[in-house]
């Protein structure tokens, strides 16, 4: 099936850096959704975005809706070991089907 | 905790067995989905339930037969699996089935052998 394009596929950083991570899309969405999945675990919903241009946080998350509704980012400030995990951003869809990009893995180096 | 509950966390089952997987949610949600997902790969849409009909099944193979007995429930019965079939399966639900976001239970980890 259709995925977004999400980048960087893995990434392997020092506790305490910002970490950035972006999916685009050839196609518009109504709304992004960001997900991390912890091994064993299901996916967890961190941020919903509605709206194009939205820009909202959740602790030391904060994610953008972008204006043209092809992209999205996703930032986490001063990353601590139990960021470790998949993160996962998605689509909504008519009939509310998720498109999913691929994951970037990321690793904290303590 | 999630509020989407999946049991059994794990199953085991030869290729002849008939198992079920179970999905509970007492969110309220009206909209309820199964996904199949494999190891570092994104979740697969297989079924989506809305209002505890059938809306969307993606071309997922007869083995696997969903069933919705009300709001709160979800079932997938499973018959003569395959060992590719092994997976984690997991179970979503959503407010509504229209732009609605889609929360997760921790899944059942299925082995097929």
């Known amino acids: 099936g259709q995925q977004l394009n999400q980048s960087p596929q893995s990434m392997f950083i020092q506790e305490g850096e910002d970490v950035s991570m972006n999916c685009t899309s050839s196609?518009?969405?109504?709304?992004w959704l960001w997900y991390k999945q912890d091994p064993g675990e299901g996916p967890v919903l961190l941020i919903a975005l509605y709206k194009a241009g939205e820009l909202t946080s959740n602790g030391r998350l904060t994610a953008q809706f972008g204006i043209t509704r092809k992209d999205s980012f996703l930032n986490i400030s001063a990353s601590i070991p139990s960021d470790v995990g998949i993160y996962f951003c998605a689509g909504l869809r008519y009939g509310n089907k998720l498109v999913f990009g691929a994951g970037t893995i990321l690793r904290v180096k303590s | 905790d999630t509020e989407v509950t999946q049991t059994p966390k794990h199953l085991v089952m030869g290729m002849t067995n008939k198992k079920s997987l179970k999905c509970e949610q007492h969110m309220g949600h009206r909209a309820m989905y199964w996904y199949k997902q494999k190891a570092k790969k994104p979740p697969e849409l297989m079924f989506v339930y809305s209002y505890e009909k059938l809306s969307i099944n993606e071309s997922v193979p007869s083995r696997f037969s969903p069933e919705c007995p009300n709001s709160s429930l979800l079932n997938l019965h499973l018959h003569a699996l395959q060992p590719e079939d092994s997976a984690l399966y997991l179970c979503?639900?959503?407010?509504?089935?229209?732009?609605?976001?889609?929360?997760f239970g921790n899944g059942t980890r299925l082995t097929v052998t």
């Open positions: 979503a639900s959503s407010q509504d089935p229209q732009n609605s976001p889609l929360h």
């Open positions: 196609s518009i969405f109504n709304t």
